[in-house]
């Protein structure tokens, strides 16, 4: 039926067209804001996200937080293969270099192939595969970063921070993995140019079917405990789980200042529409007395509410969906998820829904005897 009203609701939406843009503004710079933090809160907590299923337990050195600092011999990756419940273990030299004006992160994993896989077991190209087992400068590189670098298969890269030249011979594609970033070369080259012989940083263990991986986890940190270099163990989504907690406090401020927005643009929608609905108390009237239910008047008046603020978050969303992603948000580590875009259009109908509610119950009480002497 409120079809049968939307050249109505059209022209009112209009009749005072500064404050309809001005309420359209509003909303969208308020879903933007909120979209924003939310692009930025879901960049912060992606890699639990990522990895979250990962049983791959990561052996690195105890009481070495940055995986970049640990340090293990190279002859833990066949110690660590021989616990019992481990199927295959892999050791892992891991770099990082920041290159170019934009500071892209390149994070380089030097790995031993065929022990990689069993552990890691990516879904490669063949044919890519078998460039990579053959070639000491070959690298595999996640097709993320392959897209932020502008780099293609056949390209030969130097990272001069690292001494590496490498030709890249294949792409890692979305698998669930933590590796759509990052670069694979192989192990023994990186340890050259490195000076890390015989070293990695961690040791990749894949859990035998059927055993649980903190088990398998506590088991690797007690052969090690009293070896040298002693270990901690735990999988990927752990500590990365261990890295976000550290964030909380950040991320809680975040979504805080985002609600906080939300409110303020919905106290601003409703006294925005206040004003327009007393602007037209006459009309409520008119309306009321030519047959208009106060039911009809008074969802006439939300379905009003509700299109501004919805052409609103069309306008913030648009906003956040081209600045999320510009290269340089995405070198931020910016992601807006499909939940958080639809979160802020579903907020964004609500600041339309609960700012009109009180102005649209007001009109519909509104007697048409008080209506109509507001002039004359």
Do not use: C
Request: glycine share 10%.
């Amino acid at each position: 039926m409120i079809l049968r009203f939307l050249p109505l609701l059209w022209a009112n939406l209009w009749r005072n067209r500064r404050r309809s843009v001005l309420t359209i503004l509003g909303v969208g710079v308020a879903v933007f804001v909120y979209a924003s933090l939310g692009s930025a809160i879901d960049g912060i907590t992606f890699p639990v996200r990522q990895v979250g299923a990962d049983q791959v337990l990561n052996v690195r050195e105890a009481a070495r937080s940055n995986v970049l600092s640990s340090r293990l011999p190279m002859s833990y990756e066949d110690r660590v293969a021989a616990v019992p419940g481990v199927a295959a273990a892999s050791g892992v030299l891991a770099d990082l270099a920041v290159v170019g004006d934009d500071r892209v992160h390149i994070f380089v994993r030097g790995v031993d192939p065929e022990p990689f896989q069993s552990v890691q077991r990516l879904e490669i190209d063949p044919a890519a595969w078998r460039a990579f087992v053959e070639d000491q400068r070959s690298a595999l590189v996640g097709y993320r970063l392959l897209e932020t670098m502008g780099w293609s298969v056949g390209s030969e890269v130097e990272i001069s921070q690292l001494g590496l030249r490498t030709k890249v011979v294949g792409v890692i594609p979305a698998q669930g993995v933590d590796l759509e970033s990052h670069m694979l070369v192989r192990r023994r080259y990186l340890q050259g140019i490195r000076d890390a012989e015989n070293q990695v940083s961690y040791v990749l263990a894949l859990p035998a079917e059927g055993r649980s991986p903190d088990e398998v986890a506590e088991a690797i940190d007690e052969v090690f405990a009293l070896a040298p270099v002693p270990t901690e163990t735990g999988t990927a989504a752990a500590y990365a789980q261990a890295i976000i907690e550290d964030f909380m406090g950040f991320v809680d401020y975040l979504r805080l200042m985002g609600l906080i927005t939300v409110l303020i643009t919905m106290l601003g929608a409703a006294n925005a529409i206040a004003m327009n609905v007393r602007e037209r108390t006459r009309e409520m009237g008119v309306l009321k007395a030519i047959g208009f239910s106060p039911r009809l008047i008074l969802t006439l008046v939300l379905t009003e509410s509700t299109v501004l603020s919805g052409l609103g978050g069309v306008v913030g969303l648009g906003a956040a969906a081209l600045a999320v992603g510009s290269e340089g948000a995405n070198m931020a580590g910016l992601m807006l998820s499909p939940s958080t875009f639809a979160t802020a259009a579903g907020l964004s109908l609500m600041i339309g829904l609960l700012g009109g509610l009180l102005p649209a119950l007001a009109a519909a009480r509104l007697s048409t005897v008080e209506a109509l002497r507001v002039i004359g």
